[in-house]
Each structure stands twice: as C-alpha cells, then as structure tokens.
C-alpha cells in the first residue's frame, strides 16, 4: 500500500489517548490525531522519531500520527485505520498463498450480528466463502515475540467466537494477525494482558478457525506484508 507523503518529527507525548504532541523536524509543534485506541506499549516514547500525514482539508487536526521508529531502528505502524486495506491489497495481489486463488473479494460484509473485514469467495477448487478478520499486532514482548492484544479487548473476543460460528457453520473463518513491526519474529496472545481472549483464542483454533500471521515490511513510501509469521499459542 502507497503511504502519502510524510512529514518526519519527534513525538513530545501522547495524551486523551487520541492526540499526539509533535515537534516537526521544521521546528513547528502541532497535535496529530492518533488513530490508535490502544495503550501502544512498546511503540512510543518521548524523544522517539514518528511520522505523520497530512488530513483532508477541513478536518479540525490536520495532522495523522503513522508512524514511529524505535531507538533500534523498528519501524512501527501505528495508525491503525491502514491494516485492513494492507491485507485486502496483499490477498487480492496473491501474495498470501494460504488465501490465494479467490476470484471475489469484499469489504466490511456482515454475517448474523457481527461485521467481517474481508470476505473471498469464488475458488475454483473451495466453494466455501473465506471470511477473515484482520488485527493489528504492535506490542512488543521482546526477543521478536509480538502479541495482541495491547489491551483488553471485549469486542476482540466478540469477533473470535463470530469466527468460530462461521467455521461451525462450514466456512473458512481466519483470523489474520498484520504484525507492523519490523523486529517481530513470531505472534502469540498477550495473557498477561488479556487473559480472556487467550482463552478464547485457543479455545476457538480448536474449533477450525485459522490463525495467520505476516510482519509487514515498513518504508516511508509503501507498506506491504512480506515474512508470514508462526502463531504461538
């Protein structure tokens, strides 16, 4: 996916969870929006180097936190309103060969009470329609252990038991962890987080539900998966 231009600085502090104080490398000071609703552990720190794009006209902050660099060098993807369609672009593309070879893809396709982000359908050799949610992975354990989530996340759970009713059902239900940070090596379930949906996490890959996993690979200009991951469970 083709990032617009950004704009490079350094972050002063994040605060009301959704706005970002950030000194621009022209010495301006401006608030971003911060699109990420988690608590972003392991992905800021004051005197980090982020970057930013510029909003649409009109909008009351005209700039968007995307993202930042840590002292070692990883590259993060913070704007959490990008993986979706870096997914979308990277299945349609075939670069995910375990989800390759659909010939339909739709976005935001509801199923009973729940929304799915992607929904394939149209395989030569599968009939069934392949629903995936796609979750962004940005919490660092350490040693290129990633895990979600950041946070505890009643409405993640919610979504891994709609999977699961979909595999119950005869679909394919995935659920596709886009890991954006350049150091990660593996993903598993945050427990010490949220225990809860590590609970469930295992309790539904059980029942059929796949479990995928890609690092995405992070320049100032394009973001795309590049390395598929193991899921530790």
Same mark, same amino acid.
């Given at each position: 996916?083709?990032?617009?231009?950004?704009?490079?600085?350094?972050?002063?502090?994040?605060? +009301?969870?959704?706005?970002?104080?950030?000194?621009?490398? $022209?010495?301006?000071?401006?608030?971003?929006?911060?699109?990420?609703?988690?608590?972003?552990?392991?992905?800021?720190?004051?005197?980090?180097?982020?970057?930013?794009?510029?909003? #649409?006209?009109?909008?009351?902050?005209?700039?968007?936190?995307?993202?930042? /660099?840590?002292?070692?060098?990883?590259?993060?993807?913070?704007?959490?309103?990008?993986?979706?369609?870096?997914?979308? /672009?990277?299945?349609?593309?075939?670069?995910?060969?375990?989800?390759?070879?659909? !010939?339909?893809?739709?976005?935001?396709?509801?199923?009973? $009470?729940?929304?799915?982000?992607?929904?394939?359908?149209?395989? #030569?050799?599968?009939?069934?329609?392949?629903?995936? /949610?796609?979750?962004?992975?940005?919490?660092?354990?350490?040693?290129?252990?990633?895990?979600?989530?950041?946070?505890?996340?009643?409405?993640?759970?919610?979504?891994?038991?709609?999977?699961?009713?979909?595999?119950?059902?005869?679909?394919?239900?995935?659920?596709?962890?886009?890991?954006?940070?350049? !150091?990660?090596?593996?993903?598993?379930?945050?427990?010490?987080? !949220?225990?809860?949906?590590?609970?469930?996490?295992?309790?539904? %890959?059980? +029942?059929?539900?796949?479990?995928? %996993?890609?690092?995405?690979?992070?320049?100032?200009?394009?973001?795309?998966?590049?390395? /598929?991951? #193991?899921?530790?469970?």
């Amino acid at each position: 996916m083709r990032l617009p231009p950004l704009i490079p600085g350094t972050l002063l502090r994040r605060h +009301r969870r959704f706005l970002a104080d950030v000194r621009l490398d $022209d010495g301006r000071e401006v608030t971003a929006w911060c699109a990420n609703p988690g608590r972003m552990t392991s992905c800021m720190a004051p005197g980090w180097r982020v970057w930013l794009s510029e909003a #649409p006209p009109g909008r009351k902050l005209g700039f968007t936190w995307e993202l930042s /660099e840590a002292p070692d060098g990883t590259r993060i993807l913070v704007n959490t309103t990008r993986p979706n369609a870096i997914v979308a /672009e990277a299945l349609a593309a075939g670069r995910v060969p375990a989800l390759s070879g659909y !010939d339909t893809l739709e976005r935001e396709v509801r199923t009973g $009470d729940s929304r799915m982000d992607i929904a394939l359908s149209g395989h #030569p050799d599968d009939r069934r329609r392949c629903f995936v /949610e796609v979750k962004s992975v940005t919490l660092s354990l350490g040693d290129g252990r990633a895990a979600f989530p950041d946070a505890v996340t009643t409405r993640g759970r919610k979504h891994l038991l709609a999977l699961a009713r979909l595999a119950d059902e005869g679909h394919r239900a995935v659920l596709f962890f886009l890991v954006g940070r350049t !150091d990660a090596g593996s993903v598993q379930p945050a427990d010490d987080v !949220d225990p809860a949906y590590g609970h469930t996490l295992r309790e539904v %890959a059980a +029942r059929g539900v796949e479990l995928h %996993a890609w690092r995405c690979a992070i320049d100032l200009s394009a973001i795309q998966v590049e390395a /598929e991951l #193991p899921v530790l469970l």
